[in-house]
């Protein structure tokens, strides 16, 4: 008797084991399926064709390195900006950046988009010297995200905008597997960046020392050029850099620049309606808008400026 009780749980023991195994299996199947048909945690290359990725993650550079056709100027205002990939217009239409939203705005004018993804202060610093005397611009539009003074991220510009397309086959076919890794190993990478800004930000810090000593040099090109510099922030829920993007807004209001504070104008709008997408949290063209209204706010009155620097040599090009 003792043996057929025992054989009867280890029957049910395994059954149990099984149906466990078979109501996961069945879960997790319907919740993949779900999040596919909703098209969340979708990738790019998922969504779209080859020619749909490579318009908006890697449409090219013309010779002065700057994204789209270069175009000469026959009396018309000149207007260069400088930046990283929310300059670039990383994942958008180029017709969907802020400086072709910009042109679009002014009449007689030609904006160069000069921004390139990964690059940070010190790399568009030095970009803006060897790109000044070519174009010789009116007005320089330098834009600013607060982890430009995190070190300079390689991005591979020729194919792959999606974050999960070189890893695991699992990861890159997914949409589960990666919403568990946003809530997971992503928030791990994402800790360890944060504490990378934060010891970027500390006076004693090389990178702050470097950043704090080379603002002379923007200072000179304002005196020259006017110049109007657009401190971002990055489209992040709970966003965690604001007393860092304060401390940066210091030190450029301290050279006498015109700034703009992209938070001001947009803190109060979801994140989710400022951003390519769920995986892609760089600037959609709504966001772009709002920095161009920003930037002829400026333009028409420099008071608007977030230092509340007098800026008429820049109110001037505006009527």
Not at 275 to 299: E, F
């Amino acid at each position: 008797m003792k043996y057929t009780a025992f054989n009867v749980k280890s029957r049910r023991y395994v059954k149990n084991i099984l149906a466990t195994i078979v109501v996961t299996i069945l879960l997790v199947t319907v919740l993949e399926l779900f999040l596919r048909g909703a098209g969340w945690y979708a990738t790019p290359e998922e969504l779209h064709n080859e020619s749909w990725i490579k318009e908006r993650y890697a449409p090219g550079f013309n010779q002065m390195g700057c994204r789209g056709t270069y175009r000469e100027t026959v009396n018309q205002l000149k207007i260069l900006v400088v930046g990283d990939s929310y300059t670039y217009g990383y994942g958008i239409l180029q017709e969907e950046t802020y400086p072709s939203l910009l042109e679009a705005s002014l009449n007689n004018t030609i904006v160069y988009n000069c921004g390139y993804p990964g690059r940070n202060f010190e790399e568009n610093l030095d970009f803006l010297h060897r790109i000044l005397p070519k174009i010789d611009p009116d007005i320089v539009i330098f834009q600013f995200l607060t982890n430009d003074l995190a070190s300079p991220v390689e991005i591979d510009l020729t194919y792959s905008p999606s974050p999960y397309y070189d890893q695991s086959f699992i990861t890159k076919h997914s949409h589960l597997v990666r919403l568990l890794y946003q809530n997971t190993e992503n928030k791990l990478a994402f800790k360890e960046f944060y504490q990378d800004i934060e010891k970027n930000y500390q006076p004693q810090s090389e990178v702050w020392k470097n950043f704090t000593n080379r603002l002379h040099e923007l200072e000179q090109i304002a005196r020259k050029t006017s110049t109007i510099v657009v401190v971002m922030d990055e489209l992040l829920d709970n966003y965690p850099f604001r007393d860092f993007t304060q401390l940066g807004m210091q030190e450029f209001c301290s050279k006498n620049l015109t700034v703009i504070d992209m938070y001001e104008h947009t803190h109060n709008i979801p994140v989710e309606g400022l951003k390519v997408s769920s995986l892609d949290p760089h600037p959609n063209k709504d966001y772009n808008q709002a920095v161009v209204d920003s930037i002829l706010s400026v333009m028409r009155n420099s008071s608007a400026s977030a230092c509340l620097r007098e800026s008429a040599a820049i109110t001037q090009f505006v009527t």
